[in-house]
């Protein structure tokens, strides 16, 4: 099992930055593959980035790509995404997801979801 939780949400302005984190726990989670997915009331989970087990590999949607920035630090088991010039479009809440594969950009191919962390992209 790995158990995840993400932090670092809130409410930011237009063009404005956040850095969401995702603290895992559990057996090894160095091993695993971790994504970023966000959603809004009514849509699907929609895929935002992945970071390899080794950190030397990424995977962004074309929507947040040159903007979000995901990274890792397997010793703190912690991944982190640098979200800069924020959209209102970017409004949602962001999900972390771990699995051993790479790299899943679907819902279903994740075992392991956090709760969740709101994110407010407004004036």
Not at 25 to 40: C, D, L, M, P
Not at 60 to 85: E, P
Request: hydrophobic share 35%; net charge positive; proline share 2%.
């Amino acid at each position: 099992q790995v158990h995840l939780v993400e932090s670092g949400g809130g409410l930011v302005q237009p063009g404005g930055s956040l850095r969401l984190s995702c603290a895992a726990s559990g057996r090894a989670f160095s091993n695993y593959t971790v994504a970023w997915f966000r959603q809004t009331p009514g849509q699907e989970r929609e895929f935002v980035a992945a970071i390899k087990w080794s950190g030397d590999r990424t995977y962004y949607s074309d929507s947040v790509k040159g903007r979000f920035t995901i990274s890792r630090d397997n010793a703190k088991n912690t991944v982190y995404v640098q979200m800069n010039s924020l959209k209102p479009e970017d409004t949602a809440v962001y999900y972390c997801a771990a699995d051993v594969i790479w790299v899943g950009l679907r819902r279903s191919m994740y075992d392991y979801w956090g709760q969740g962390t709101q994110v407010t992209v407004s004036s």
